[in-house]
């Protein structure tokens, strides 16, 4: 049997797929940060990557003229 690719809009929810390509964002931040963000993650069962993109999005959509 072999594999169907599918367009974007019908993959599951729960599966992730990137609708576009990544790239790395390098920020110096004092440690204590990095560990209360991380245990944050855990306990809301995020990504700090997630939670920065999430946190992002929302501080320019409050910055627009």
Do not use: C, H
């Not at 929810?13 to 245990?39: F, T």
């Not at 939670?51 to 409050?62: D, F, P, R, S, V």
């Amino acid at each position: 049997m072999a594999l169907i690719t599918k367009p974007l809009e019908q993959v599951r929810g729960d599966v992730p797929v990137q609708q576009e390509d990544m790239v790395r964002v390098n920020i110096l931040v004092p440690a204590s940060v990095r560990r209360r963000w991380k245990a944050f993650g855990v306990q809301v069962d995020e990504t700090v990557t997630d939670m920065i993109i999430k946190a992002m999005t929302e501080y320019i959509k409050g910055k627009q003229p």
